[in-house]
């Protein structure tokens, strides 16, 4: 738990290999804005193309309104899908980037010896002889690392959650 009152970004959730599907979850809200983009380009085709195949009157005010609603509705769903893939292959990227550098530092502290607590603490192995100042040094510059690499990814879950909360709610018409 932070000072605020806020539960930190857990290690073992840092260190942890993604589950499968997980990954590119940014690249499938970026081909689900492509696909929205597209269907409102040729609404807006079909909806140029009206006025040469329909009489005026009989409905054509109201079809021409439904199609402009329709248009606009699927260019603020471009907008936002937009912003929710930039949003979650940045914290993607940024999870990956901070796993990375924790990962490297367990990896360097198991070449030393040292023992990577489940909290994410780097610790000389257990005995009776106090280990070196130099041991103790290794072990707390790797566990600072870690806690970098913790906060960094924290960070990325706080920027997307900020991202995400600044998009506007759909609001039905």
Same mark, same amino acid.
């Given at each position: 738990m932070t000072t605020d009152g806020t539960v930190a970004f857990p290690y073992s959730r840092l260190v942890a290999?993604?589950?499968?599907g997980h990954a590119d979850q940014g690249e499938r809200w970026t081909r689900?804005?492509?696909?929205?983009? +597209?269907?409102?380009?040729e609404l807006r085709r079909?909806?140029?193309?009206?006025?040469?195949?329909?009489?005026?009157?009989s409905g054509q005010q109201e079809t021409d309104e439904v199609l402009r609603r329709l248009v606009r509705q699927l260019?603020?769903?471009?907008?936002?899908?937009?912003?929710?893939?930039?949003?979650?292959?940045?914290? +993607?990227r940024d999870l990956a980037q901070a796993r990375r550098l924790a990962l490297e530092a367990v990896? +360097?502290?198991?070449?030393?010896?040292?023992?990577?607590?489940?909290a994410g603490e780097v610790v000389p192995p257990s005995g009776?002889?106090?280990?070196?100042?130099?041991?103790?040094?290794?072990a707390g510059r790797l566990t600072a690392r870690i806690v970098d690499a913790t906060a960094r990814?924290?960070?990325? +879950?706080q920027r997307a959650a900020e991202d995400l909360a600044g998009l506007p709610l759909p609001h039905p018409r």
């Open positions: 290999v993604p589950p499968p689900a804005a492509q696909v929205v983009g +597209e269907a409102a380009d079909l909806h140029r193309l009206l006025p040469g195949h329909w009489q005026a009157g260019d603020e769903a471009y907008d936002a899908y937009t912003r929710i893939a930039a949003a979650v292959a940045g914290r +993607e990896a +360097e502290a198991r070449l030393a010896g040292l023992v990577v607590t489940p009776a002889v106090t280990p070196p100042m130099a041991v103790r040094a290794t990814a924290e960070a990325a +879950e």
